[in-house]
């Protein structure tokens, strides 16, 4: 029996009422429908007026979903029709085939739909290999640009904010994410970590109730100008970050005392004898108590070491070492690797302020120690090229 081409329209294309199926082949076992609009006139896009007159027509290859193991695609006999409103500045226009496919696209609405589900489930590489094996050829590169267009769904003002930072470039440059955290959901992202930019935002979106932010002070101010009215609370990561710092600080200084008594002597006369002045940072120079800190810690990580040979000795795999003693599997994987205790190295950490050292000295030795002054002094001698 054969089916009418009518009946067939209405099924394959049942969004679009005012097309008709004029022909189907089968071209290099790619399926082609030949569609034309029945509609007897369209609208300007310009001015809205309706036209009957109809100019010129041309052709559109647009591709659509897969039909059984063919790919498809339409061949659209397009209209272009005159403008009949005189005072439009839009002479001709084409007809519009509203829910199949819009201006230029190079495939249809409902391709396009499917296409972006499969780069937001599996992304840029997985996706196109996926479509192919669907009968759908995309690059890896279109799904990502498809990915990449389309609109952000509408999100409700958070009350409860999360704000982080994260790096475009780590160690170099950063932004801030703004989380919503009664929804577990990122709201948007910010380019920059300045006060401003987070006081813009929250001006225009106002309704936070409470913040969560990290120990800096920008995001604070930023909450402080731009939200007033928030609670401020500091997140668990950090407050848990600042606790473990301070438990394993204290935890060093107990075992230095335990261990080196001696040093710590040095190191409390030391500190005495610094009192005539505010000190100034010489980065080539180690305390007694920094190297008796290092000497403690490396001790340490001698002791775990060991720890790590003994149950690799045992028949402990990789992970399970990593896992019993709370350390990275890489660091595991590299100890062993290595054949011999990693030691250390030394590093040296420059400072932008080591350039004027001599000079600070020479002023700390006569009796300058006020920062603003000194600052001032290296500020202008840098800036005139003296030094
Ligand atoms: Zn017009």
């Known amino acids: 029996m054969k ?14 009422p005012d097309v008709i199926i004029e022909d189907v082949t089968i071209e290099d076992h790619v399926l082609i429908f030949s569609l034309r609009s029945t509609r007897l006139c369209a609208e300007c896009p310009v001015c809205g007026c309706s036209s009957t007159k109809v100019h010129g027509s041309y052709g559109r290859k647009p591709a659509d979903l897969p039909c059984l193991t063919s790919s498809v695609r339409l061949h659209l006999h397009v ?178 005392a335990f261990r080196r008594k001696p040093a710590a002597k040095v190191s409390q006369e030391g500190n005495q004898k610094q009192k005539a002045g505010p000190p100034i940072k010489q980065p080539l120079k180690v305390t007694p108590e920094l190297a008796a800190i290092r000497v403690v810690r490396e001790e340490e990580r001698l002791a775990r070491y060991e720890q790590v040979i003994t149950l690799r000795e045992q028949g402990w795999s990789h992970q399970a070492i990593a896992d019993r003693l709370g350390m990275g599997s890489s660091t595991v ?31 700390r030795a006569q009796g300058c120690f006020n920062m603003v002054q000194l600052h001032q002094e290296i500020r202008g001698k840098r800036i005139s090229g003296v030094i």
């Open 3 to 16: 089916v009418p081409m009518d009946l067939l329209t209405s099924v394959l294309f049942p969004d679009n």
């Open 79 to 256: 209209r272009r029709f005159l403008c009949q409103n005189n005072q439009c500045e839009r002479k001709t226009f084409a007809e519009p085939f509203a829910g199949l496919v819009v201006a230029y696209a190079r495939r249809t609405l409902r391709q396009a739909h499917v296409l972006r589900e499969l780069a937001f489930s599996l992304g840029g590489k997985p996706g196109a290999h996926m479509a192919a094996t669907l009968v759908c050829q995309v690059s890896r590169d279109t799904l990502l640009r498809l990915l990449r267009r389309s609109p952000l769904p509408p999100a409700p003002v958070p009350q409860v904010l999360g704000i982080d930072d994260w790096a475009w470039r780590r160690g170099h440059t950063y932004g801030t994410i703004l989380i919503d955290l009664q929804r577990h959901q990122p709201v948007d992202l910010l380019p920059d970590r300045e006060a401003e930019t987070l006081a813009n935002w929250l001006r225009e979106h106002p309704g936070v109730q409470i913040a969560s932010r990290d120990r800096g002070g920008n995001y604070a101010e930023g909450l402080r100008k731009g939200a007033p009215g928030a609670i401020q609370v500091a997140d668990r990561f950090h407050l848990l970050k600042n606790l473990g710092d301070a438990v394993q600080g204290l935890l060093t200084r107990h075992l230095l």
């Open 333 to 363: 994987q590299s100890w062993l690797a290595a054949g011999h205790f990693p030691k250390r190295k030394s590093r040296q950490q420059s400072s932008k302020l080591d350039h004027f050292l001599p000079y600070l000295q020479q002023r």
